[in-house]
């Protein structure tokens, strides 16, 4: 008697699913493909803070300072990066070159506003590592303080986290603001760069 009632309680459940499913699938069968195709366009339409990205395509020369623990100085460089948007001004993308610890670095980084999912997207690539870092995050009400946070994995194991704050000073002026945690440790700051138009 048990074995049929289980029986018989998991055949409604299939059947519950499936009903539900195919109920799901005819619901998007039912969308309105040029509706859809519109909000894909429009979705797809650079917006303001793909203008703003815009505005910082140039030349820039760097000042970058580094520290790698608490409490002692920091290491300073110089640099240069170039900026321009791909895509029809849908993505900005910065080449940066300098120094890194004392040795030559160069770095390509990826910036994006995506208009789904009303975010702030990055990811950069450099010469210290073979992986891509990726951060995410929201802006200021005027667009110009962006708040990015993202995590890499560590040599040994486990990850740090990072929270980058990058600020459009003004056309000539961006500020880059990088902190991190070890192992969820207490966070310090790990670089800031300034940026100057050339």
Known sequence: MRYVLMTFICVCFILSVSFVSAKE????????????????????TPGEPHELFASLAGSWATKTKSWMEPGKPPMESTGTAEMKMLLDGRFLQ?????????????????????????????????????????MEGTASADG????????????????MTHRAIWTIVDDNTQ???????????????VMEITYTRK
Do not use: C, R
């Open 144 to 159: 110009k303080t962006i708040t990015l946070k993202g995590q890499h994995p560590e040599p040994g194991g486990g990850h």
């Open 25 to 44: 699938m005819n619901q998007e069968q039912q969308m309105d493909p040029k509706a859809m195709m519109e909000a894909y366009a429009k979705l797809a």
């Open 175 to 189: 500020t880059f603001d990088m902190y991190g945690t070890h192992h969820g440790g207490e966070e310090m700051k």
């Open 94 to 134: 910065q080449e940066f070159n300098g120094e890194m610890m004392g040795q030559p670095f160069s770095g390509i980084g990826i910036d994006a506003y995506d208009n789904i999912q009303k975010k702030y997207v990055t990811v950069w690539i450099d010469t210290m590592g073979t992986g891509i870092f990726m």
